[in-house]
């Protein structure tokens, strides 16, 4: 209806309708419509006063979309014919491609790209999370989206690893063995030394170290993708770090063209990115990109897999931890020294567990972690406690499930996550289980319906106006947050839809009531409405609860 208002504006006035949409206001209370539109910016064009224009324009909207248009000092305000309204939103809301739209274009979408030394703790798992949903959000708006995981199986971890590697390891002892050697190493340089010995060999094709990294790497691989599989998340595409082992001499060529590059007093191969703003950042604005053995450092590999990732796929994005800022930032300068574009970055900060009185952040070197294997088992626990408590039923695991990616998405991507379990299970809050509960009750109703004899669609009254106005929003919301590549803009609305649909259920009776069939037909497009919106977070809708 929005729409609509704009329309009537742009067929008598000198502006865009691009331009008269972001004017176009929400008045402060019923009595002033339901859409405002100023007229000041209007004054100078038309060299009339505010108040003049606003007059005049009225005189002229004709609309059967509007009960009325009156003209209140400067501003233009709508009535919307509600009837009417609530047919339009209808119609549309009841498709089940509702808030979706036909945009083309392909688009790489890397996130998650765990290092193959252990199981993931839940500080990484926003990262997936996050990438999940951006990659939910954009297909359902047309894009086709591959997601990209970017195996380091050359790297510094993997090959600690293979220092204590026996073979006849598990998944589960990745972690012990890693906190293990870490310990070591950290008292024994001559160990570390050990450490660049193996990635020399591993560059060097050395058969027996290659066959050593592949074992690990698989390992790791297999089990972290398996526990990220059962969290509902899937990768489309593995590209492994060792496939850009020979290109990276090459890229270390076209770096010495640019005149940029030198080797320190230690012979390593330093990319100078000075005078590009990082002198605030940090001390010497310089990116070291191979050791004085000759081998290649992660981050020229990393190079070498961007601009390979940028010829197949133009539109990339990426997901990273807050803490790689800066390492983007060189990454993303050393990129346009070659005349090469990089991704568009979408950063994360921290996962905080709230543990009692205690508070931390996690690290995998030090041990210092809570894994999601068994977040995800506590989750479904105490998901199931809270269901016996209640004396309800429902899924345990979509419930727990659902209430962790709700509390990692409800966040803005750039604020940190404090993890309080009871806020997260909580049936009456800003939660996963609040939102399913809704969409539940409706599924209850729904349930229980039959054919209704009267098919006449009333004027709404106040809580399913409000309510229809509230679904209505859903496509300006999926493309907010396709804009912003920001999840939380659908977590809050999800809560927000449900919150209206709760009133809705408390003020207006369904069933049996004259007003049955247009209820009803309300109850399934919110229920459509609200499925659609949680499967944009990877959260599943529960049909009972």
Do not use: H
């Given at each position: 209806m929005k729409q609509k208002v704009v329309s009537a504006i742009a067929e008598h006035l000198q502006l865009s309708k691009k331009e008269i949409e972001k004017l176009i206001e929400i008045p402060p209370s019923e009595e002033l419509g339901d859409y405002a539109f100023p007229t000041f910016s209007s004054a100078k064009l038309l060299k009339k006063a505010p108040n003049q224009i606003a007059q005049s324009l009225v005189e002229k909207i004709k609309s059967k979309y509007f009960e009325k248009v009156e003209a209140k000092g400067p501003y233009i305000n709508f009535f919307v014919d509600k009837k009417h309204f609530a047919s339009e939103i209808l119609k549309q809301a009841l498709k089940k491609n509702f808030g979706s739209t036909n945009k083309k274009g392909k688009i790489a979408l890397e996130h998650t790209s765990l290092n193959p030394n252990a199981s993931p703790h839940v500080g990484r798992a926003r990262n997936s999370i996050i990438g999940d949903s951006i990659k939910r959000i954009l297909e359902f708006q047309g894009y086709e989206v591959e997601t990209y995981y970017y195996v380091n199986d050359v790297s510094k971890q993997v090959?600690?690893?293979?220092?204590?590697?026996?073979?006849?390891?598990?998944?589960?002892?990745?972690?012990?063995?890693?906190?293990?050697?870490?310990?070591?190493?950290?008292?024994?340089?001559e160990l570390e030394k050990k450490v660049f010995e193996m990635l020399k060999k591993f560059e060097s094709q050395d058969k027996q170290t290659l066959s050593l990294f592949k074992k690990i790497v698989s390992i790791a691989l297999k089990g972290q993708t398996k526990i990220l599989k059962e969290f509902g998340i899937e990768f489309d595409k593995f590209d492994y770090e060792s496939s850009h082992i020979k290109s990276s001499p090459l890229l270390l060529k076209?770096?010495?063209?640019?005149?940029?590059?030198?080797?320190?007093?230690?012979?390593?191969?330093?990319?100078?990115?000075?005078?590009?703003?990082?002198?605030e950042k940090m001390r010497s604005p310089m990116l070291v990109l191979a050791r004085s053995n000759g081998t290649g450092l992660?981050?020229?590999?990393?190079?070498?897999?961007?601009?390979?990732?940028?010829?197949?796929?133009?539109?990339?994005?990426?997901?990273?931890?807050?803490?790689?800022?800066?390492?983007?930032e060189q990454l993303k300068i050393a990129l346009n020294l070659l005349g090469e574009s990089a991704p568009t970055p979408i950063h994360y900060s921290y996962v905080l567990i709230q543990d009692e009185d205690k508070i931390g952040k996690m690290s995998t070197r030090k041990g210092d972690v809570v894994l999601l294997e068994d977040f995800m088992s506590e989750a479904r626990k105490k998901a199931e406690r809270e269901i016996k408590k209640r004396k309800t039923s429902g899924d345990a695991k979509k419930i727990g499930y659902g209430a962790v990616k709700y509390t990692m998405l409800k966040n803005n991507s750039n604020k940190n996550i404090i993890f309080n379990w009871e806020q997260a299970l909580n049936f009456e809050g800003n939660s996963g289980p609040y939102v399913q509960y809704a969409y539940a009750r409706a599924s209850s109703i729904l349930a229980k319906a039959s054919s209704s004899k009267s098919k006449a669609l009333p004027a709404p009254n106040k809580n399913e106006i409000s309510l229809l106005k509230k679904i209505s929003d859903f496509p300006l919301v999926v493309e907010k947050a396709e804009a912003q590549l920001d999840p939380s803009i659908i977590a809050h609305y999800s809560f927000e839809l449900a919150q209206k649909f709760n009133e809705f259920y408390h003020s207006s009776q369904v069933i049996g009531s004259k007003e049955e069939y247009f209820r009803l037909k309300i109850t399934k497009a919110f229920s459509q409405t609200l499925k659609n919106s949680l499967n944009l977070l990877g959260i599943e809708a529960i049909e009972k609860m």
């Open positions: 090959a600690m690893l293979a220092l204590e590697f026996k073979g006849s390891e598990s998944f589960s002892d990745l972690l012990n063995l890693y906190i293990k050697i870490n310990k070591k190493i950290s008292s024994s340089p076209r770096f010495e063209k640019t005149g940029k590059l030198f080797k320190d007093e230690n012979g390593r191969f330093i990319l100078d990115e000075s005078g590009f703003g990082l002198e992660y981050v020229l590999r990393d190079l070498a897999y961007t601009i390979d990732k940028l010829k197949r796929c133009k539109q990339t994005f990426i997901v990273l931890g807050e803490d790689q800022k800066l390492y983007f």
